[in-house]
């Protein structure tokens, strides 16, 4: 591929490796072709991961490293997108940069709606868009508009839904950056297509190319007889076009082609003919040419010849990313008939038909359900080729539908989705065709023909929708246990869309016949459009720095992230970009495929006999450990022997002299199980099997049960949240390399926790700690799962390197990663509350349980600080809350950014809401009436002061005029029967501190060197949060001096030993407490000196401490926030401070599909003093998406034995640009209070993720507004996340009944709730 042989062979590690599946985008490169034909060259983003290297011949590719770098010229979308602050940890931002490089290549002046499609295929897990979002619209031609025009408004229309416009004053900004100092986009400086290149393609060889390898053959025929021929030669090697389905077989499902057919510039197989009948297209044109062509048709072609074309269209909108469908040809797309293609459902109803062309001549096959199901008689022959597609043009009286639901809106395959055609007779309204298939609801895309022919001849009304729907309910059924899971899901969507393509086409045939037809039912309007939201807009409300700083001060303003240029240049080195170290191996894993069961034997002699093995570790090989931190290493978690706990556990490591030969090795590593009893996967078998970690964990304020006899009404209920994965796009990575002399060895790794790496590494070699040196340069991304996570694996690549004495290196697949490393902690949350009818809640008891997996790690610490911050920003008078870790058979859950927080809050919201509806009050009003009252007590007896929350409440009511809006959302839900709108705002308290003094020490070193210029090194990690930025603010205000005297290289174990993890929200805090103590011991050396020569530089006074024999190197330390909690009494004071803040959401959802769409969010965060604005408001929007991706979207999928399903982006759905607000607004508290943190600032890292469920809540009202309105029953109770599937199966009507449901028990579902 090409991803491997950029990185590897070029060493241009700019493009980045992040899931190898064409998911993620973070491998996005240029790549041009000129066509001698049209004489025209076309450039498109393509995945590097999935591009063949022998599809390129003759194209030009352009990586990151070729629009610009530091050492040369950075290229104006570079500048941009780190300017507007784009980047955080980095590792997106390359391919970021080339989607938008490669669109401004193609339109140098874009759209707004172009921008947003254009990024469509990449994922940012840190910034949460809006800053990317920014930055691509400096380039669009009018770039403060929104562009948007829906419903007659515009962002910069006055009172766009309410909101009154922010007012500029003196003291706060609203701009991040200055468009001013951009350097100018200059189409006429671009990079030119290489003139040899087009050269080589007007002389057009006329032979075949074949490119081979011992145990592969690429043949690129370049005339159709060529092609031809080499397919009766090889008539089962595959003709791979875009390599976007053959290429993910290969490398997911193991599938092997030792011949691969490519057809190179075959002018037959790129056709686009106009005919009488319909349009021709042929097999080689990709699915964004399809997309651009159709779009040109329906705006030539009367609308009632383009029905299937607008069918076709709105789903290439939302198929794959722009890279894919740029790669994936039509012909692929067809051949490959994947059970959820989007479009196969459409030509299949439509009539389409397929030209084959063998040596035996020409032929036609329809595209109908036997092609589809591969039935021998009507498929392609082995010798046969897809030369090209007729689609027909629809005829008067014939309309089409396509419809899709998937968990997200864009770059996700579809859930169900469908293509519907009917046609009638002339004005009769009476069905002479139907055409209905379905995809996702089976092995191959269904047709429910027989249910069609059923109803032909029926009239188009009721009576016959009804019937249609029990008809294909029958025909297209699917058993409980299907694969994909979501049954009743897919039933009830399969009856929605019908019910939709009813509307749709008897709107169009009253539109046609106002006479005859009878107008829709008002109610049933609101069922018609799809929720789209593909024009974004913000703002941003911060306090400027104090003006009375000195000018040269950087603190306070927002200052691009230090790395920012380079992550967007890919100059930024992250560790799988150190260049490969001289006789370096590769590490891979061989990981348990059991959930509990007992190792019979490993057989390990086939996979060592591969060439290229060099060793194969087993546990017995790794000697016991101890460690300081031994709660977080159980010693079976380096490599078990006898038993496995849970799937996905480490079993043996592969050391071989290449990636690939320890990746094959590993296939060949045959283990032995039997099965144990019992397997424990949920927290409710936990919970029947008495399976805890101990010890249990409780909180107990006031007297419960006496407050229990005296409040007005009690309720019980429960909440279960699923758990998250991290998704950091840097997967788990390192390099270990030993020294050579004294048993020394460094550590090259991507984590939170260096001093643990070494520990547990020096363990493992049986050397002491000063022998073993972690080096952290950045990460990209960690959220927590870098933390402990990685000093395992460390362990096993340093036990590889040192036994062997080489370098070896180990880098996970995302697949490996999402394995092994575990996630965030699903949670059940059962509460008993006793309350007032007049929303009062006077008495809590609450049980929280996690499911910690099969081992300790963090789960326990995680319990705590749930209890700890259960109450968010409510005091309850009485309260009590016992906590338990699940121990089960899954792989071990970990620290995720919130740290239990996010949980343990959406238990007490949860709680709030059903107390509001029995109460028969709005949920915001029971909110604000058990909200704390400014000077108060937390249930663990801190003192606290909650003034600013209030201020964050009533602001974020204020700014996001929730009141004026309530009523807006009501009387639209009142209008609107299938679509419903939705409202909430929570507030948050999100306690800071670490529950001890020592963990929260810090140290630094600062260097000054004799010609001025300043090193700084400190013990936290940059992993995105900018960190190392703001650390050089700090010794920039300490010691005066400018930004660009100052530099930071990394974090290391050899300048600051027994670090702490680089994590909850503190490492800026104590770190640049001790830069700050560290640089004022230097300037307090120093005075003497600066005082002599007051208007000296930098170089003079270091040169004049050096003559003087005075120090320039000092170390700060600071000791830690006074923190303690005694969990005998429940009393303590374990945080420093809290955050405050409040946030309100609103969206609208699609009663019939489950869709939702975030329409607005406002927060408004009390922040402190913030240090660095730019940083602080990524981390909190960031943050904020990350949440809202753990509440709306991100779910893990289980089998009944306990294997993980979602394994890469394609499966697991993180937030895309698709799914931010339509309209964001931050805003920042005016600072109000000087506090001993390092300048009043505020640690932000975590709270935002909290906020995201103010959309779970906006959700949850919309669904309320639903039931309400269908007179459904109370409570309301909804699990998180709220998916599509959870929003739709709770918005309950005659579809919901009508569908067929399994009697439990009764079959093996596909997956297990967990
Ligand atoms: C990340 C990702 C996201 C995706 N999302 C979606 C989505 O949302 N919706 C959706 O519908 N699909 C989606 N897909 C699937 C995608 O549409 C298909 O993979 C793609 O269309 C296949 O086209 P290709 O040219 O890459 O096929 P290739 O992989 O090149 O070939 C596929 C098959 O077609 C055969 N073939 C190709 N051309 C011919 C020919 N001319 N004659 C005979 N046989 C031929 C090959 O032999 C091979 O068996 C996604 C894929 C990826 C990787
Ligand atoms: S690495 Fe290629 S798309 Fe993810
Ligand atoms: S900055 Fe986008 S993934 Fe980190």
């Not at 997911?252 to 106009?274: A, Q, T």
């Not at 293609?341 to 020409?362: F, H, I, M, Y």
Request: glycine residues 8%; proline residues 6%.
């Amino acid at each position: 591929m090409l991803l491997p042989y950029l990185r590897k062979k070029l060493r241009l590690t700019g493009t980045k490796y992040g899931c190898g599946g064409g998911g993620c985008g973070a491998c996005t490169v240029m790549i041009s072709r000129y066509n001698p034909i049209t004489k025209k060259i076309r450039h498109y983003p393509a995945n590097a991961c999935l591009t063949p290297i022998c599809s390129l011949y003759g194209a030009a590719v352009t990586t990151v490293e070729g629009i610009g770098s530091t050492k040369t010229r950075i290229h104006p979308v570079q500048e941009r997108i780190a300017k507007c602050h784009g980047t955080q940890c980095g590792f997106c931002t390359p391919g970021m940069v080339m989607s938008l490089y490669t669109l401004l290549r193609n339109h140098p002046e874009p759209t707004l709606t172009q921008l947003n499609d254009a990024l469509g295929g990449n994922l940012c897990r840190c910034t949460g868009y809006r800053p990317i979002i920014n930055a691509c619209k400096t380039f669009c031609k009018t770039s403060g508009c929104c562009q948007s025009k829906e419903n007659g408004v515009c962002c910069l229309d006055q009172g766009i839904n309410g909101l009154p416009e922010f007012e500029e004053g003196n003291e706060t900004s609203l701009k991040l950056f200055s468009e001013e100092e951009f350097l100018p986009l200059d189409p006429t400086q671009e990079l030119i297509f290489p003139p040899e290149l087009m050269t080589m393609a007007e002389k057009k060889t006329q032979k075949t190319r074949i490119f081979g390898s011992d145990r592969m053959t690429w043949i690129s025929p370049v005339t159709l007889k060529e092609l031809l021929e080499a397919k009766v030669k090889y008539p089962q090697a595959p003709v791979v076009m875009g390599n976007t389905s053959v290429g993910p077989d290969m490398k997911f499902k193991g599938i092997f082609h030792p011949v691969i057919i490519s057809p190179d510039r075959i002018e037959e197989l790129s056709v686009v003919n106009y005919t009488d009948n319909g349009l021709t297209l042929g097999a080689a044109v990709s699915l964004a040419e399809v997309k651009d062509i159709l779009a040109n048709v329906t705006r030539k072609l009367p609308e009632e010849k383009t029905q299937m074309y607008h069918a076709l269209l709105k789903h290439l909108e939302t198929l794959a990313g722009p890279q894919i469908r740029n790669m994936a040809s039509l012909g692929g797309h067809i051949v490959s008939r994947h059970p959820d293609s989007d479009l196969n459902p459409l030509l299949a109803v439509g009539n389409c038909t397929l030209n084959l062309l063998s040596k035996e001549g020409r032929r036609q096959i329809p595209l109908n359900e036997q092609f589809l199901r591969k039935c021998p008689s009507a498929d392609l022959k082995p010798e046969e080729i897809l030369i090209s597609v007729n689609i027909p043009y629809s005829r008067k009286w014939e309309f089409v539908s396509a419809f899709r639901q998937a968990q997200r809106q864009q770059n996700a395959l579809a859930i169900v989705n469908s293509g519907m055609r009917v046609c009638f007779g002339k004005g009769d309204g009476i069905i002479r065709e139907l055409s209905i298939a379905y995809g996702g609801v089976g092995p191959t895309t269904i047709l429910a023909n027989n249910s069609c022919q059923k109803l032909i001849g029926r009239p188009w009304n009721e009576e016959m929708l009804d019937a249609a729907c029990r008809l294909i309910l029958d025909e297209v059924s699917l058993p409980g246990s299907a694969p994909g899971g979501r049954v009743e899901f897919k039933r009830t969507l399969i009856v929605s869309f019908l019910f939709k393509f009813y509307l749709e086409v008897s709107q169009i045939l009253k539109g046609m016949d106002p006479v005859h037809y009878p107008s829709l039912a008002s109610k049933n309007e609101s069922a018609l459009e799809d929720l789209h939201s593909r024009h974004y807009w913000s703002t941003l409300k911060y306090q400027n720095a104090d003006p009375k700083q000195l000018s040269q001060d950087p603190v306070g303003h927002p200052i691009m992230h230090l790395s920012g240029i380079k992550h967007a240049t890919g100059e930024a080195v992250y560790c799988d970009d150190m260049p490969v170290v001289d006789r370096e191996l590769f590490l891979t894993f061989v990981t348990s495929s059991r959930a509990h069961a007992k190792i019979v034997s490993i057989d390990v002699s086939a996979a060592l006999s591969l060439p290229g093995v060099v060793d194969i570790l087993t546990g017995e090989h790794l000697p016991s450990i101890t460690t300081t931190f031994d709660f977080l290493t159980d010693a079976d978690q380096l490599l078990s022997t006898d038993e496995v706990s849970c799937v996905g556990q480490l079993v043996c490591a592969v050391i071989a002299d290449s990636e690939v030969q320890a990746r094959r090795a590993a296939q060949q590593v045959k283990i032995v199980y039997q099965d144990l009893e019992p397997v424990i996967l949920t927290i409710e078998e936990a919970i029947q099997n008495k399976s805890f970690f101990e010890p249990e964990r409780k909180l107990e304020y006031g007297n419960v049960d006496e407050a229990f006899k005296v409040v007005d009404q009690i309720l019980e209920g429960e909440i279960h949240m699923g758990g998250q994965e991290h998704f950091y796009m840097e997967t788990q990575s390192m390099l270990v390399v030993p020294k050579g002399e004294d048993r020394e060895i460094d550590v090259y790794v991507s984590a939170q926790f260096p001093k643990y790496i070494q520990d547990i590494t020096a363990s493992v070699l049986k050397v002491s700690a000063n022998k073993v040196m972690c080096h952290v340069k950045r990460v990209g991304g960690a959220f927590g799962g870098k933390v402990t996570k990685t000093g395992v694996l460390a362990a096993i690549t340093a036990f590889a390197a040192n036994k062997h004495g080489r370098p070896v290196r180990c880098i996970l697949e995302r697949g490996e990663d999402i394995l092994i490393t575990g996630g965030r902690h699903p949670y059940l949350g059962k509460y008993k509350a006793g309350f007032m009818n007049d929303g009062r809640i006077l008495a809590l008891d609450m049980e929280h349980y996690n499911n910690a997996g099969a081992f300790l790690d963090e789960s326990l610490f995680v319990i705590e600080m749930g209890l700890l911050k259960l109450e968010n920003a409510y005091k309850f008078p009485n309260l009590r809350c016992r906590g338990w870790a699940c121990r089960t058979n899954l792989p071990s859950n970990t620290a995720l950014r919130g740290f239990g927080f996010p949980q343990a809050g959406l238990i007490t919201e949860a709680c709030i809401t059903e107390v509001a509806a029995k109460c028969g009050l709005p949920p915001e009003k029971v909110r604000m009436i058990n909200m704390y009252k400014e000077i108060d007590q937390t249930p663990y007896k801190q003192e606290i002061n909650t003034k600013n929350l209030t201020q964050c409440w009533k602001e974020c009511m204020a700014t996001s005029s929730y009141t004026l809006r309530k009523a807006a959302v009501e009387k639209f839900n009142s209008e609107n029967y299938w679509k419903k709108k939705g409202l909430a705002m929570v507030p948050l308290k999100y306690p800071i501190g670490l529950g001890s003094v020592a963990a929260g020490q810090a140290a630094a070193l600062v260097h000054i060197y004799l010609d001025g210029s300043v090193l700084v090194t400190h013990g936290g990690i940059e992993m995105g949060q900018g960190v190392h930025t703001k650390m050089i603010q700090v010794a920039s205000r300490e010691l005066r001096m400018p930004l660009s005297s100052i530099h930071l290289r990394g974090t290391s174990t050899e300048t600051i030993p027994n670090t702490n993890p680089s994590g909850g929200s503190v490492v800026a805090d104590l770190n640049g407490l001790a830069v700050k103590d560290a640089c004022q011991t230097l300037l307090k050396r120093l005075k003497p000196i600066i005082s002599k020569n007051p208007k000296g530089t930098w170089k003079d006074w270091a040169q004049a401490a050096f003559n003087e024999s005075i120090s320039l190197s000092a170390t700060g330390y600071f000791r830690g926030y006074e923190s303690n909690i005694n969990w005998e009494t429940g009393e303590g004071h374990p945080f420093e401070y809290f955050v405050y803040g409040a946030a309100c959401s609103e969206v609208e959802i699609d009663c019939l599909t489950g869709a939702h769409k975030n329409i607005r969010t406002d927060i408004v965060m009390d922040v402190g003093y913030s240090i660095n604005p730019a940083l602080d408001v990524g981390q909190i929007e960031g943050a904020f998406i990350q949440g809202m991706g753990l509440y709306t979207i991100e779910e893990l999928n289980y089998s009944p034995q306990g294997v993980l399903y979602t394994r890469g982006p394609n499966q697991y759905k993180i937030p895309a640009i698709c799914d931010i607000p339509m309209e964001l607004h931050i805003s920042f508290l005016p600072p109000s209070e000087n506090s001993n943190t390092l300048y009043s600032s505020k640690g932000l890292g975590e709270s935002g993720i909290f906020l995201g469920c103010s959309v779970f809540f906006a959700i949850h009202d919309a669904i309320r507004a639903a039931r309400q309105e269908r007179g459904l029953p109370g409570p309301l109770r909804l699990n998180s996340p709220l998916t599509p599937e959870k929003i739709r199966m709770a918005c309950e009507d005659k579809f919901t009944k009508m569908i067929p449901r399994d009697e439990p028990g009764s079959y093996v579902p596909w997956s297990v709730p967990i």
